[in-house]
């Protein structure tokens, strides 16, 4: 597992938890921010995943 792997992940638990509280307090704009760093955090785990597809592929 590398760096964007693990951050990509951590934003995307932390954005899931920011659109349920504006779900609970009625905040559409917490909502959409929830989601938004969703979309950046499985962005960003996509990433670490190619590169580590690509690690494994050129240390074989």
Request: glycine residues 14%; positive net charge; aromatic residues 2%.
């Amino acid at each position: 597992m590398n760096k964007d792997q693990v951050e990509g992940t951590i934003k995307d638990v932390v954005g899931k938890v920011q659109e349920q509280a504006g779900k609970l307090t009625g905040s559409t704009g917490q909502q959409f921010k929830g989601l938004n760093k969703q979309a950046k955090g499985q962005a960003q785990k996509a990433v670490g995943d190619m590169k580590e597809v690509i690690q494994d592929a050129t240390h074989k």
